[in-house]
């Protein structure tokens, strides 16, 4: 959008807001009630938040009991409130973040600083929104800044003012140099209001009648009945094509791994069939190898010490045969003595009587 067409839009909004709402003065307060307040005030009207801070001011003995105290009973404290259960969340976690940081429950060192210094310190803090520190900025800090709502966002979105994104982001470039710094705390208090009515029923006609004022071509952006129901179906179109995706990984998955699962067992099978197939083939051999081998072994073990007796008794065979041949030869001697025998003895007995004579022959006489 050009920038001379904003800042049109802008001061003519101005003028219309003027028209139907009447600006608030705010209180004085210290910088962290400022802070609590915003809390309390965001996309509410000012009656509420006037209501709820009160409540829990009187209800509660310090800040340091509200930050303790659980989410549920704040949340019936702000019972006035749009959303009370995300004003309780942000109120106490401001709570907790500003303690834990300070250890006290003040902020008013903030005004001493420099403001960049102080919005960054801000911005670190748990629960606190840009409307808060905007807000905070604008009524503690001396800074120009406008805070702005989601109803109010949506308010200058629906009058041409804002597109769709930069509502969405919660930043209207050159808002707050259409805007003077003098005229920052009414526009804003009057564009609140009108935000707090948006969000507490967007199909409000005064609201719209009033927007219609500041643009005619707001009825376009205007949101239609039914048209959350059709935003969350078109949502739903678009994320079904990531489901689907989604499902058919998940069913991919779920193939692969029932293949996996599938072979598993068939490698089981081929596992236990092998060693059943290979055991036959060991048997086979073992079966003949009695059957052949086992046969010839025991006639080799019943012949062998057949021809291995004669080899460990050869040297005993070979002595024997050595006697027996000495036996053989002694009496074949004898035999010889004998065929001669006849003729031995009877020379002997000769000789003998010869020698018997002779003998006495030669012997002296007595």
Sequence with gaps: MPASNRAALISKAQKVLSKHFTPVNQVERPVL?????????????????DETFARLQESMFDWNEVRVTTIRELSELMKGNVDPTKAANQLKHTLHSVFESVYAFDLEILKKQNLGVSVKQLEGYRGVTPFAIAYVVQNSLGGHAIPLSEGALNALHYAGIATEAEAKAGKVPGLERAVP??????????????????????????????????????????????????????????????????????????????????????????????????????????????????????????????????????????????????????????????????????????????????????????
């Design 33 to 49: 009630e400022h802070l609590l307040y915003a809390c309390c005030l965001e996309n509410n009207r000012y009656e509420v938040a």
């Design 181 to 366: 710094k003098t005229k920052g705390a009414e526009f804003s208090s009057i564009l609140h209001q009108l935000g707090a009515e948006l969000a507490a029923s967007p199909f409000n006609t005064n609201s719209r009648a009033i927007i219609l004022e500041i643009d005619a071509g707001a009825k376009e952006r205007f949101p239609k009945r039914g048209g959350r129901k059709a935003a969350k179906k078109k949502e739903a179109k678009k994320a079904a094509p990531s489901k689907k995706a989604a499902e058919k990984k998940t069913a991919a998955k779920k193939t692969v791994e029932k293949k996996k699962a599938a072979a598993k067992p068939t490698a089981k099978k081929a596992a236990a069939k092998k060693p059943a197939a290979k055991k036959p083939a060991a048997k086979k051999p073992a079966a003949k190898k009695p059957a052949t081998k086992k046969p010839t072994a025991k006639k080799a073990a019943a012949k062998k010490p057949a021809t291995k007796k004669p080899t460990t008794k050869k040297p005993a065979t070979k002595k024997a045969a050595a006697t027996k041949k000495k036996k053989a030869t002694v009496p074949k001697k004898k035999v010889a003595k004998k065929k001669a025998s006849g003729s031995i003895t009877k020379r002997a007995a000769k000789g003998k009587k010869k020698s018997a004579s002779k003998q006495l022959a030669r012997r002296k006489p007595r």
